[in-house]
């Protein structure tokens, strides 16, 4: 059987391109449409109200205003209902809860109750942020050290573009962030990467010894080496993730969405960035812009 | 040793690693129940796994462990957990007393019962379960359901203070009653997280968690006789039932030190106070030592110790004795050193979970889960069919492997699972497929480079290991900082991760590369088609 043989890195302009505008979108997304930032980052009160039975939206509105809690924001689940305030005060909240649970005859062992206060969301976000910069630098230095500060860079930026891309998307769609959602793209950081790899010890076995051909040329032999698995340990990865996302209940969705948007886009990126940035720079090391202008005289 | 052998030893490994972990994962459920005489004194018999006796008392439940003959709270009580809050005085049964309370079991008054794990029974008024434990993995608060709750300071506060704090607010919780409860700091010394699980009252855990902490100095005399005999560490005092003669303010210092009385070693906790302590104390004591009289010390109406007074104390310098551990002498003396709140608590953030409601996400996760696994297992057995059935040994190998490991830290209170962690997991299957993925893909490729199958397993399989170790290295990497620096249920998801990256390169070495080398060395060969590698060379 032969293998198909795409020329990636020939159409890298359009790979750059198609992820420009895609990054466009994104960050414009992100500037018109500020993230729906989850109670966990601003305070507020989350409250969960499962199998409640025949109640209509409306009830259970009137049943919040009820409770004390006006103009909450309720939303219908497959199996119940969330209702949001602004609520910040633990003991409130957990009466306002048991209130709506009686009025809408909810046991009490079907609802959930979140309360964060005013301040605790700074918190997060700050461990979140920190997370996110260790882990840069972590990247950075593990690649750096294992293969190249080339590689790691090329790698990093490939990153970026993946967590851009699905940030933006939740801009978006207003999908809520809540730390879940931050837990699951610093995971998307490192998991993008797993194909990147991939990609990069090929060359870097192929790069041993390359006089035959321009580093662009082999690089885009590696990648069509590595076509078959870089398929098979996406799908192979996407499946429970996509699992998860349609049967995995409300909470695990959350990161479920997150981690299937980066994983469709770490391996994107992985083929038309991470690569193609790599060889871009390589060629320009006097070696390979020798083994270039060889091969364009031949031509 | 040559290298087959070595092979071979290395599947051996893993059928051990296999057998430890199915052994954590599968602990013999002997028959663990109880049987019970309704109307009779003695109706106990023993838990094998627990060797602890469960028995009736005048109050309700009490527990006995085997050697002793007083009814206590010991061991198995963290096996029942009772569904009203209000009932955790009982415990506190200080002797196993005839009681002719009906018990009834789902709903029916019985003579005897077999309890068996699950299993609610009522006592009098108040009903139980007996609840399985010691196997298996713990779940989290998110899962299980319970009250969960994280408080910081307002201004921020020391590591000392908040050190102090903690061990008031361990006390409060266990005031509670409610088993498995936890106590913790977090987010560098700035934050106390407390998690209930399996509370029913939330509310009246969010006020005892949030009172003020007010140290108190009783007489044990003064109080009515039938609380006098109840007053044992622990025991939380009705409101109103007592009036202290001092407070905690008079405590100026308060250390734990090795006992200087010879003939009662161990540790004590001496006490210095003010002037009006030291002068209040002084009358007391005088009053007291005489008959030998205790004094209740209570941390918001919680016993925390009650020593009798064996001399009248004229210079305010005191010291506490009595058997403890240099542990349970350095609690002491922080609970009395900070009595009230050195820092001023507010609450962060406080989750109320439902139990159905997390064992529906439990049970969503983990089908969602068992769908997506066989997916990629039936994924992989089509493409790659022959590698694809080794790839089922490997993931049914990594799943076995991963949720022993995951137990074991559950049994040694390192882990809990969380829905985060349910998402990790799902994330690690991911990875442990890939891992073959790429083993398998290496390996056809050597081929096609016209190497033979016994060739091509050795190289192939290591290039192929090496790579994948890099590659989940990365993730691991970027994981780490996740587990160190971020706050609640994420820190979950990060360890479930790592954890399972490590299980998967062990499956690698231990047992997907030495399958693929044993079975090139015939199996390959003989059908090559099978394992997708048509036209390969032929071994010489």
Known sequence: MRRPYIDFMGKRMWLFSFSGVVLLIALGSLVF?????????????????????????????????????????????????????????????EAQAAAMAATLKVASTDRQVSTIGPEWGSNITNASLLALAVSIIAILAYISIRFEYKMAVTGVIALLHDAAITLGLYALLGREVTPNTVAALLTILGYSLYDTIVVFHRIRENTQNLSKKTFMDMANDSLNQVLARWINTGLSSLIPVICLLLFGGETLRDFAFALTVGLLSGAYSSVAVASPLYAMWKEREPRYLALRKKFAAAK | MDSRQKNYLAIAGLVVLLVGALLFLLPFKKADSVSWQAGTASGSSTLKESKAVIGLTADGIGVQAAADSSMKPIALLERITDSTATVSASWRVSATTESTLPITVRGAVVKSAELSYGTTFTVGSSSFSLQEGGSSITQGLDLRGGLSVILTPKKAADAVAMQRALVIMNTRVNGLGVSEATVQLENDNQAILVQLPGVRDARGALDVIGQAGQLA???????????????????????????????????????????????????????????????????????????????????????????????????????????????????????????????????????????????????????AALIGFAIVALYLALYYRGFGLLSWISLGSFAVVYLGVLSVLSGAGQYALSLPGIAGITLSIGLAADTSILIFERYKEEIAMGRTPRAAAKSGTKHAILTSLDADAVTFASAIPLFIFAIGPVKGFALTLMIGIVCDLTIAMLFTRPAVILLAEKTIGKIPGFFGVKGSAVDA
């Open chain 1, 33 to 93: 449409r500020p993230l729906n930032l989850g109670i966990e980052f601003k305070g507020g009160t989350v409250i969960t109200l499962t199998n409640v039975s025949g109640a209509t939206i409306e009830q259970v509105r009137s049943a919040a205003s009820a409770a004390g809690i006006p103009g909450a924001a309720v939303q219908t689940t497959e199996r119940g209902f969330i209702v949001r305030s602004t609520e910040t005060k633990t003991v409130s909240a």
């Open chain 2, 217 to 367: 100095f009783v007489e044990v005399a003064s109080l009515p006789t039938t609380l006098q005999a109840q007053v044992v560490d622990g025991f939380k005092m009705p409101a109103g039932s007592y009036k202290p003669f001092m407070t905690g303010d008079v405590i100026t210092t308060a250390n734990a030190k090795a006992s200087s009385n010879v003939a009662r070693p161990g540790y004590e906790v001496s006490v210095s106070m003010n002037a009006s302590g030291t002068a209040t104390w002084a009358e007391v004591t005088t009053r007291s030592f005489p008959t030998g009289a205790r004094i209740a010390i209570l941390l918001d109406g919680t016993v925390v110790s009650a020593p009798s007074v064996n001399e009248a104390i004229t210079g305010g310098d005191t010291s506490i004795t009595g058997n403890f551990t240099a542990e349970e002498a350095r609690k002491l003396a922080m609970i009395l050193q900070s009595g009230a709140l050195p820092v001023d608590l507010q609450f962060s953030q406080t989750e109320v979970v439902g139990p159905t409601l997390g064992q529906d996400s439990l049970y969503q996760g983990i089908t």
